[in-house]
């Protein structure tokens, strides 16, 4: 049985984050997700998401960006 890998992308503003989810190496988005910038949200988001494979991220450079890397905890790697 194959594990999936998600490529997730980070649009980190203040009050919001926009996450988009790419399966293994589709071409197009499984899903795209406006999520409050909560870090109990977050957290659970992609927690969820690692329990169905491995979870790659990347953000903008930014500060708002900055404070998810700071804050992360788990099977999340943020690239």
Do not use: W
């Amino acid at each position: 049985m194959s594990t999936s890998m998600f490529s997730v992308g980070l649009d980190v503003h203040k009050d919001s984050v926009t996450i988009a989810v790419l399966r293994n190496r589709d071409p197009e988005p499984m899903r795209v997700d406006r999520l409050p910038n909560d870090h109990k949200k977050l957290r659970r988001y992609f927690e969820r998401l690692a329990a169905e494979g491995s979870v790659r991220a990347c953000y903008e450079a930014s500060g708002a960006g900055y404070v998810l890397q700071c804050a992360k905890e788990g099977p999340l790697t943020l690239l």
